[in-house]
């Protein structure tokens, strides 16, 4: 089943402490998703980059060669010690208050440290002398951002750009910004013309990508049952993100078991309250031959956080509620959801739900089940996973939430073979009471455009 939810937005990294000096100050307006999603999280990450590669260089394009108090700073800096560097910076103005390399070595320094607005009056101080100063340009456009001035830092850029426009650092700066401000079609031709400049910029490749609004996923299981005859599923599902907080999915399967043929159809949709949280709320309906509830609905709420931990990156919390109505049953479900983004690609899922089942004529009773699924780099272009289930009722298959089983071992690999295409394969036995199982084999293809 296809149910369409906003993944999480890890939009708004933390300030360095100071121990890594690509300092990662990422920021979106809450209608920033999709494209904050990706470029956000992305958002200005090679701002403090680029002020590593030229730490120690002169700020002003006008500065003569590299004095000893510069390699002095430049080794304070190295050392990660940023007081020690303000320091020395300070004693050269008290020296030489119009040493514009200095004013620029402090801005520079006050802005790693998170003192956005002292940065940016250095860095106005530097461009009333050298107005036409790429790289002050584009590092006063980064503490603009950072204070959520888009319209000025905008500003800044376009004056850089008409004075090198060919730059990937300033049309990669002003792609991002036009994404955080909605213009997003604006951003998709910045990193248009970016890549002619820089045609491996992997930056633009993957916004351009992600800028991509439609996804169709096509699918098909094979159930191999101890107990019946074997059964097929096929899966059709379109996903569509037509702004920054809105998508939805509709789907179609097909379902071939115990001799019966049934249809069922999905549509559901999703909405991003704030960068971080999401709702999306579904239904269903088919003609279930008895082998597929008639009905559905489905909500889930869910919220994304960051985290600088060594191990841990961000975590995904999630709730999810959902009716099934059968011919002569019906089942809800109530489950919550945690996925732990790892170090390295790395990923842990784990899922809890209980089931409340009824049938005609019987009480009704609540059932535990779940599962945990540790995702992992394979290759390059190769993700895996692998999946355990246990519970009286347990809904841990792929997408096949109807199924009840009292064990489910799983794995699955993806492999994207282009950017905007990818396959996946993967493998679940449900070990049932009474000796039954249930060895589901299936793939499915999906396609970006």
């Known amino acids: 089943m296809y149910v369409a939810t906003f993944g999480v937005c890890l939009l708004e990294g933390e300030q360095d402490s100071g121990l890594e000096l690509e300092v990662r100050r990422t920021e979106a307006k809450p209608t920033d998703s999709r494209w904050g999603g990706r470029i956000g999280a992305i958002a200005l990450r090679l701002a403090m980059a680029l002020g590593l590669w030229s730490v120690g260089t002169a700020v002003p394009s006008h500065a003569q060669a590299e004095s000893d108090w510069q390699q002095a700073v430049r080794d304070e800096v190295q050392a990660q010690h940023l007081d020690a560097a303000l320091d020395m910076v300070a004693q050269r103005l008290a020296t030489v208050p119009d040493d514009y390399e200095a004013h620029g070595w402090r801005g520079r320094l006050l802005a790693w ?25 584009t590092a006063l456009s980064d503490v603009l951002v950072w204070q959520h001035k888009y319209a000025d830092g905008l500003q800044v850029l376009n004056h850089a750009k008409s004075i090198s426009p060919s730059d990937p650092e300033v049309l990669s700066r002003q792609a991002r910004v036009l994404a955080l401000l909605g213009r997003t079609n604006d951003a998709r031709a910045e990193y248009q013309q970016l890549l002619k400049f820089d045609p491996n910029n992997q930056e633009a490749k993957a916004s351009l990508i992600e800028n991509a609004k439609h996804e169709l996923r096509l699918g098909n299981d094979t159930d191999f049952l101890s107990f019946a005859n074997n059964g097929e599923t096929q899966n059709v599902a379109l996903i569509s993100h037509w702004n920054q907080r809105y998508a939805t999915t509709f789907g179609l399967s097909t379902y071939q078991r115990f001799g019966q043929d049934a249809v069922k159809f999905v549509a559901s949709g999703a909405f991003h309250v704030t960068a971080h949280t999401w709702a999306g709320v579904g239904g269903a309906v088919a003609n279930d031959q008895g082998i597929v509830p008639t009905n559905e609905a489905f909500f889930e709420v869910g919220h994304g956080s960051r985290f600088d931990y060594r191990w841990l990156q961000g975590l995904e919390s999630s709730y999810q509620q959902h009716w099934f109505w059968y011919e002569g049953a019906h089942v809800l479900t109530l489950s919550t959801t945690q996925i732990a983004y790892l170090r390295s690609r790395w990923s842990l899922t784990l899922n809890v739900t209980g089931a409340r089942t009824g049938f005609s004529g019987t009480p009704t009773a609540w059932e535990p089940s779940g599962w945990i699924k540790p995702g992992f780099p394979v290759l390059r272009r190769v993700t895996g996973y692998v999946l355990y289930g246990v519970g009286n009722e347990s809904f841990a298959q792929i997408d096949q939430l109807e199924q009840f089983s009292a064990h489910t071992y799983g794995g699955g690999l993806r492999y994207r073979f282009t950017e905007r295409q990818d396959v996946e394969s993967y493998v679940a036995r449900e070990d049932r009471s009474h000796g039954q199982t249930d060895t589901t084999l299936g793939f499915n293809y999906g396609i970006r455009f």
């Open 113 to 137: 440290k998170g003192h956005w607005t002292e940065a940016e009056a250095e860095y106005r101080l530097v461009l009333e002398k050298f107005p036409d100063d790429v790289e002050i340009l």
